[in-house]
């Protein structure tokens, strides 16, 4: 079945003497050159097949023959074809080499073992080429799934993690700005872990297993003073652990907190005061339940719920007037069509809402006016900031609602770190983004169960290795050419 070219090639190499030969062995060697085989080999069959090509391949010349453990010269004692998966040259298919491996028998000491192959076949399994486990590598950088490679070289999944293992992925350094982040890892070393990231050049340096103490020093501990030193500014959320480390390991470099974390605490207490109100039973059911409902109206800026109701009063105008035109009916009959209703306007809503509640309309100018004040501050450093920030928790403390009260001791505990962070201009942005790509990484895997598995993928794919392979992966074919 399907070996013509082979049968061919054969046929012409051993019947016609002077002219057939020579053809016979040029395709073979055209096809040597065209699959990238290093020089001293031989293609001596090949079998294009659905999905997967095979080339049969040996060794030009006599084997090795130096017994490895005595030196003495050793026989020959057999062959066998060993599979290994090879850089596919057509299209498409997957490339298995069947290479011709001799077997060799230590007359002296009785030892057997196989001839090597250093130039064709890779250090990290002899079922591979060199060739394909570069191939892998990049693939894995590009975050592809270990199935995925799998399928596209040929290489079983135990092999494709097989290069996983052996990647290089331990440049850890310490850079001018270090970002540290919880992230979801869901392996069998917990639910999450923690990331350590360069927030300059946008990549991971680290991931540990867990927060603990012991973890956190053993990895800060790895790098001299010196090399800590050269952090100047350390950026984190605002959980006492994550300081606790700044104070430990970095006492000179600047703390900055994230800035969207003190939004979130906003709208945290925010929200605890909206709760609050829906539990109060002096409050009708019905109001309760629409307030429940309305946290993003909430949330939203007045401004952007202005600019949301002027886009839906223009877009009902219009859909109303051509209807209008159309079947010449009065405003009361189109409020019967579906979808023609005008409903209440978000403003409105908003006003009728917070006029429950004193605490609540409160809070939501308080929320507001914080966001404000950050909004002020994000677009460049501004040095009214710590007066409007003192303005605003002055404004917390008087508001008598207990929850403002609590954020603005928080905010007050935390101010430098805040506002370093506008200062410098520092937020965790590159850790928040290098966490959602790890979450795609994960999940085209459908989740990685061994928290060195993940950590090792995670490298390849989001730390310095990637930069410094792909470098040196450069130079080496600039150097060849
Ligand atoms: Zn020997």
């Not at 199935?147 to 040929?154: A, E, F, I, P, V």
């Not at 579906?338 to 409160?362: I, Y």
């Not at 303005?391 to 370093?420: D, H, K």
């Amino acid at each position: 079945m399907g070996n013509g070219t082979t049968a061919k090639g054969r046929k012409s190499g051993t019947t016609a003497k002077g002219k057939k030969r020579p053809e016979g062995r040029r395709n073979l060697s055209t096809l040597r050159e065209a699959a990238g085989l290093p020089e001293g080999y031989r293609v001596t069959r090949y079998q294009p097949g659905e999905g997967c090509d095979r080339m049969w391949v040996e060794k030009v010349g006599e084997p090795d023959r130096a017994c490895p453990r005595c030196g003495a010269k050793g026989h020959p004692n057999g062959h066998y074809r060993r599979r290994v998966w090879h850089v596919p040259f057509r299209g498409g298919a997957q490339l298995c080499l069947l290479l011709d491996q001799a077997r060799l028998r230590c007359p002296v000491c009785g030892r057997c073992w196989s001839d090597g192959h250093e130039g064709l076949v890779s250090e990290i399994s002899r079922h591979m080429t060199g060739a394909v486990v570069e191939g892998i590598k990049l693939d894995l950088m590009a975050r592809r799934s270990v199935k995925g490679c799998s399928q596209t070289w040929g290489p079983s999944r135990h092999l494709v993690n097989k290069v996983v293992e052996a990647a290089f992925v331990d440049w850890q350094y310490m850079p001018a700005t270090l970002c540290i982040d919880e992230l979801k890892a869901d392996t069998d070393a917990g639910k999450m872990a923690i990331g350590i990231y360069d927030g300059d050049a946008g990549n991971i340096i680290e991931l540990l297993p867990d927060m603990r103490r012991q973890t956190v020093d053993w990895f800060f501990d790895g790098f001299s003073a010196e090399e800590r030193a050269r952090v100047r500014y350390f950026c984190c959320d605002m959980s006492a652990e994550m300081i606790a480390v700044q104070r430990r390991w970095f006492p000179h470099a600047k703390l900055c907190l994230d800035r969207f974390h003190v939004t979130k605490l906003a709208n945290e207490a925010l929200r605890d005061v909206r709760r609050r109100v829906e539990a109060d039973e002096a409050v009708p059911a019905e109001l309760r339940r629409e307030l429940k409902g309305s946290w993003k109206l909430l949330a939203m800026g007045r401004e952007k719920l202005r600019a949301a109701d002027d886009r839906y009063a223009m877009d009902m105008a219009e859909k109303r007037a051509r209807l209008q035109l159309a079947l010449d009916l009065a405003d009361k009959e189109l409020d019967s069509f579906p979808g023609m209703r005008v409903h209440e306007s978000g403003a409105s809503r908003l006003g009728r809402l917070l006029s429950l509640s004193d605490e609540l309309r409160v809070a939501h100018a308080l929320c507001h006016d914080l966001n404000a004040i950050q909004r002020a501050g994000s677009s460049g450093w501004w040095d009214g900031m710590p007066k409007e920030l003192e303005r605003w928790r002055s404004f917390c403390r008087q508001s008598g609602v207990p929850e403002m009260a609590r954020l603005q001791r928080t905010v007050r505990r935390n101010e430098e770190g805040i506002l370093n962070s506008y200062r410098y201009g520092k937020t965790n942005a590159v850790a928040e983004g290098i966490n959602n790509s790890i979450k795609l990484t994960k999940r085209k895997g459908y989740g990685i169960r061994r928290f060195e598995a993940f950590r090792r993928r995670v490298l390849l794919a989001l730390g310095l290795g990637r930069v410094e392979v792909l470098r040196l992966s450069i130079r080496d074919v600039s150097g060849e050419v």
